[in-house]
């Protein structure tokens, strides 16, 4: 072992000396007041009195993992030397609490063998300097550690008994403090070694610490063992955090140190432990068992004792519990009990009915107390196939091909040889996946619906989730078209492979037309006020005089519209890649003169497509206003006239009525 030396300095730099060491590490600012006013008279006396002496210290690492209240007891092997502080576990009737004391168990590999705690409710699972315990008002706690150095064992209250180390040397090994409140080696070794003691609680409720220092003390060139003269080792090798209660809150269920989460399988989880109390958010398809893993401890975190373990599901579903990893089978009715701890146990969830969609609240109990509540939703079989986003095939095509913008444009996906889409769902309408990698069926036409012009269909991209608000639920097709303009009333149909169930869509019409040949542009309104809305639209008519194709696109257009600006595209050019709506229409949105001054009158607009050699430039007439009042002085005078011979008719009328009385 390599140590470190560091020769005291002149007394008068003492006081620098004491706050560099208040300073050193995290551990001392976790002391108590009362801690660090011994350590400090410790060191300031070890200094003034021997004058030559200094302290060797090794900087503590990472130590192991501890086991819980009531557990076997951690073998000193695996702590790490001047590293490590253990307490005694393992469970104790006897009534008092114990250290070994016999020699042939007074041995690195046997030290823990009999180290017995009394009051122990609950420790953490760590070994090192920010350990926790609880502990019962006038509680003992069996502490042991494996150390290569002197070793001294300090507390902010209660008292030490009964320190021993793994050399058998009885009381000849050990050394109090006054108060009781320190206890340490005589010692000073050289070589792996153990030591423990008894620390006992104080009788008032509270948080107590308990620690452990290590490290060799050094006269010259000698090491020499701690005294109060000499002082204690100061290197902070284990601490603990005592909380100190009057009456134990254990055995009964704690939601804060326990786990209940949906999975897609049996687990043995662990409360506190990575995402043990996170659900899953995998989606059970048709024929998937649903678990729900569940941990139950108490309130110091230990598990519970055996209870009554009950678990009942809504709707039918099926439930049986099971035991970690290990899980069950499925069950047999909606309720099955259990006479078990909770410890790493599982709940398997099955549709009451075969293909059937479930969903429902699975509530377990713990002697008759509610400890986890969950709801889970199996889907079923395909039920109902629902068909959109419907576009128009090109004469000529196969059912997989086309172009990918259709799709794009209304669904924000970009596929080739998507002309409509599918979603399939349950009989409960939840979405059901029909991936292409793990097939659950078979798409095809309905035969009957076919006809020589629509005369395929192909599914060109399967879905690949069941979540409702992705783009992966869908799946895309398109249909095959000869090289004739038609339509039929297609329907689509699914198969499910393990039952041979047939579910058919509802028709939709399923149309071949040609590319653009021809359009016309007209507006949505003869006359605009500054700062309206207008739209414009766009028809494109194939050769044949009919609804052009949403697969070729009919390249860009160039659009002159007099205080006009698009909005939706860029002017004058707008998209060259777009394609029409089924019914062979664009649409472009403008606004009425927001961007430049307007002169109120009547304009003539044009559109064109250079792109299409066969059709010419389309002109539009629209009248633009101010929004205002628009009538002229001569209106006004008219207006007047008439309304003056509307008075003499009135008169002559009533001139006429007088004379015949």
């Known amino acids: 072992m390599c140590h470190r030396e560091t020769e005291l300095e002149d007394p008068k730099d003492l006081r620098a000396r004491v706050r560099k060491f208040l300073s050193l590490t995290n551990e001392r600012k976790k002391m108590s007041k009362t801690t660090l006013r011994k350590r400090i008279a410790i060191t300031a006396t070890s200094a003034l009195v021997a004058g030559v002496l200094s302290a060797v210290v090794s900087a503590p690492v990472a130590s192991a993992n501890h086991p819980a209240a009531g557990s076997a007891n951690a073998d000193l092997t695996i702590g790490t030397s001047n590293g490590s502080l253990f307490v005694g576990t393992v469970s104790n009737t006897t009534g008092a609490a114990t250290v070994t004391t016999t020699a042939s168990a007074m041995t690195i590999a046997n030290f823990d063998g009999d180290m017995k705690s009394l009051g122990l409710l609950a420790k953490d699972t760590s070994s090192g300097t920010a350990q926790t315990a609880t502990v019962l008002t006038g509680g003992k706690l069996a502490l042991y550690a494996p150390v290569s150095t002197a070793a001294a064992f300090t507390t902010s209250g209660g008292s030490f008994s009964d320190t021993r180390t793994s050399a058998n040397d009885g009381t000849d090994g050990r050394q109090f403090s006054t108060d009781l409140k320190s206890t340490w080696t005589k010692t000073t070794f050289n070589a792996a070694t153990g030591v423990a003691t008894i620390w006992t609680a104080p009788s008032t409720a509270g948080t107590y610490t308990v620690s452990l220092y290590t490290g060799f003390i050094l006269s010259g060139s000698s090491y020499i063992a701690p005294s109060t003269t000499n002082g204690l080792p100061s290197t902070l090798s284990g601490n603990i955090t005592v909380t100190v209660v009057a009456a134990s809150a254990g055995g009964a269920y ?185 097939p659950i069926g078979t798409y095809g036409a309905v035969s009957s619906t076919l006809t020589t012009t629509v005369n395929s269909i192909n599914m060109n991209l399967q879905s690949t989730t069941a979540s409702s608000s992705s783009t992966l639920r869908y799946n895309y097709g398109a249909w095959g078209c000869d090289s004739n303009n038609g339509q039929t009333n297609l329907k689509i149909k699914f198969t499910t492979t393990a039952t041979g169930a047939v579910v058919e869509s509802d028709p939709f019409v399923a149309r071949c037309g040609g590319d653009a040949y021809t359009y016309t542009a007209s507006l949505d309104k003869a006359a605009y006020n500054i700062g309206d809305i207008a739209t414009a639209t766009v028809k494109f008519l194939d050769s044949k005089g009919v609804a052009a194709n949403s697969v070729t696109s009919p390249g860009a257009g160039t659009w002159t519209l007099p205080f006009m600006t698009g909005v939706d595209f860029t002017l004058p050019t707008s998209s060259a890649t777009a394609v029409t709506k089924a019914d062979g229409t664009m649409s472009y949105t403008f606004t009425v003169g927001t961007s430049t001054t307007v002169t109120p009158g009547t304009y003539s607009g044009i559109v064109e497509y250079a792109g299409l050699v066969n059709s010419a430039k389309t002109v539009t007439t629209y009248k633009i206003s101010t929004g205002g009042d628009q009538t002229s002085n001569a209106d006004i005078l008219k207006s007047i006239v008439a309304l003056i011979a509307s008075i003499n008719k009135q008169i002559q009328a009533l001139q006429k009525l007088i004379l015949k009385k």
């Open 254 to 438: 704690s939601a804060a140190y326990s786990a209940c989460n949906i999975a897609p399988a049996a687990a043995a989880i662990t409360a506190g432990a990575g995402t043990a109390g996170i659900d899953n958010t995998v989606i059970f398809k048709n024929g998937d068992s649903a678990y729900i893993n569940f941990d139950l401890n108490d309130a110091y975190n230990a598990d519970l004792a055996a209870g009554n373990i009950v678990v009942t599901a809504t709707n039918g579903a099926l439930v049986n519990i099971g035991t970690g990893a290990a899980g069950a089978a499925a069950g047999t009715s909606s309720t099955d009990v259990d006479y078990v701890d909770g410890a790493t146990d599982t709940v398997r969830i099955d549709q009451g009915t075969a293909n059937a969609p479930v969903t429902t609240t699975v509530t377990i109990t713990y002697n008759g107390t509610t400890v986890c509540t969950k709801t889970v939703t199996i889907r079923g079989a395909v039920a109902k196939l629902t068909v959109a986003h419907v576009g128009v095939q090109k004469t000529g095509n196969a059912a997989t091909a086309g172009n990918a913008q259709w799709m794009y444009q209304n669904t924000g996906v970009w596929q080739t040889g998507a002309l409509f889409s599918v979603v399939a769902t349950d009989s409960a309408g939840n979405v059901v996946s029909t991936p292409s990698t793990d």
